[in-house]
């Protein structure tokens, strides 16, 4: 196997690394090589920042282990390559009459990269996060395949989930799939004129899949505006048209100005009906609404972006107002801002879900974003809330410090697991997370 210097980035683009990449193309393979050098591993790098960046060192390229190695009809359980892209499965199966039960909102995040996430859905009030739904996970240690379940190994198994990788190659997974009626969905859509609205239409809603776009530039009693969208999968005959764009280039700065992002805007909150509007589409439409626009990400320009998400608890909602207020005000966000209720679900120490609402906002790489990151990551802090790794490039140790309850616990299996420190990341080094007090 060769080894290529290369440099890459997250999906914000603005981090970067430089160093040498193995892409394995067979488990034995990658078990003999991580017998070698043991190193970190990513998938499609769908994660923002540098969670999945290993500077001046070595990674493994997970994308051609991409393989499904068996299912069970009967219980709907389906063994997978940690490469395989989450959207593949779920078009795989979904015509059969199972999907995955957690889908993130692109269908390019890996399954290796799920796990060690913990991603959450549009349906995390009902279904909780992607974790909790995995029965087996086959870790490589030192080029030793070890199989771990939640009851087999408890203390490993929730330093694994939503815990970044630090325990080993995360190489193939069972998952539990769920039965769905089929591979379509109506999707119902209806304006929301504010915050207060928005928080209400949660509290009301009974539908399976939720999530609210937000205008982030609106102001004053607009404040929080957006469009609820509610859906439930049903059965039908798709109609599917290959409706996929790409971004053939860096868009100039202009292209994300503030009069541009507001004229956005309020066309995009226009395009649904004062009386809201239903239709059924294709899954993959609603949940990766993003994904048939190839590269987006060059929308940003050769700068790139960074987006900040947090949760912040259910009685927190004068946070919320703030932080939109904050974010109007500043003229920098982009026309990507969701909101969104939680429910309790978690997989990992580490991961990142608690009972509360996110609010998630990209933000061009430009003047001022990271200060108004930092001032909004230090507002979810004194929330009682915590940011999410997977869209964080900028936050400090201190700044995280006490958001995650069990990090120490974490960080002690961690240890114990990597006692070398082969797979650290930048993020987990920025953070110093592996750092934690009462960690062994």
Not at 17 to 25: F, H, I, K
Not at 174 to 183: T, Y
Request: charged share 25%; with cysteine.
């Amino acid at each position: 196997m060769v080894w290529k210097t290369l440099e890459y980035t997250g999906w914000g683009r603005a981090r970067s690394a430089t160093g040498e990449v193995a892409r394995p193309e067979r488990q034995s393979a990658l078990k003999r090589m991580v017998a070698e050098t043991p190193a970190p591993a990513f998938g499609m790098r769908r994660s923002y920042g540098d969670a999945a960046l290993n500077s001046d060192g070595r990674a493994y390229d997970m994308t051609r282990l991409d393989r499904v190695l068996s299912f069970d009809e009967a219980t709907g359980v389906v063994e997978v390559e940690a490469g395989m892209p989450i959207g593949d499965l779920g078009r795989a199966f979904a015509a059969k009459g199972w999907i995955p039960p957690v889908m993130p909102g692109t269908g390019f995040a890996t399954v290796g990269g799920c796990i060690a996430n913990d991603v959450h859905g549009k349906n995390h009030h009902v279904a909780g996060s992607f974790g909790q739904h995995v029965t087996e996970i086959t870790l490589i240690q030192n080029g030793k395949p070890r199989k771990i379940t939640p009851k087999s190994t408890p203390t490993l198994w929730k330093a694994t989930v939503g815990g970044l990788g630090q325990t080993g190659v995360i190489s193939r997974a069972k998952i539990a799939m769920m039965k769905c009626k089929g591979d379509m969905m109506v999707l119902t859509e209806r304006r929301i004129d504010n915050l207060d609205e928005f928080l209400v239409a949660f509290d009301e809603s009974r539908t399976d899949y939720t999530v609210g776009w937000i205008d982030a530039t609106a102001k004053g009693d607009a404040l929080g505006r957006g469009i609820l969208e509610e859906g439930e999968i049903t059965s039908g005959v798709p109609n599917r048209k290959d409706k996929t764009r790409e971004v053939p280039f860096n868009a100039p700065s202009w292209a994300l100005s503030a009069p541009v992002v507001r004229l956005f805007n309020e066309l995009y909150f226009r395009r649904v009906p004062a009386k809201g509007r239903t239709s059924v589409k294709p899954i993959e439409e609603p949940f990766f609404p993003l994904d048939a626009i190839h590269n987006w990400n060059r929308l940003y320009g050769k700068q790139g972006f960074n987006q900040f998400q947090c949760v912040v608890p259910l009685e927190k909602t004068n946070c919320l107002r703030i932080m939109l207020e904050r974010i109007g005000q500043s003229g920098l966000a982009s026309p990507l801002a969701v909101l969104k209720k939680m429910g309790t679900g978690r997989g990992g120490y580490m991961s990142f879900p608690m009972e509360g609402y996110t609010l998630a906002v990209d933000f061009p790489n430009r003047a001022g974003a990271e200060f108004l990151i930092a001032e909004l990551t230090d507002m979810a802090r004194e929330a009682g809330g915590r940011i999410y790794f997977a869209k964080d490039g900028v936050a400090t140790p201190e700044q995280i410090a006490g958001m995650y309850p069990e990090q120490a616990d974490w960080a002690a299996a961690v240890a114990k697991a990597d006692p070398d420190r082969s797979y650290e990341t930048d993020l987990v080094r920025r953070l110093k997370l592996r750092d934690a007090k009462g960690a062994k």
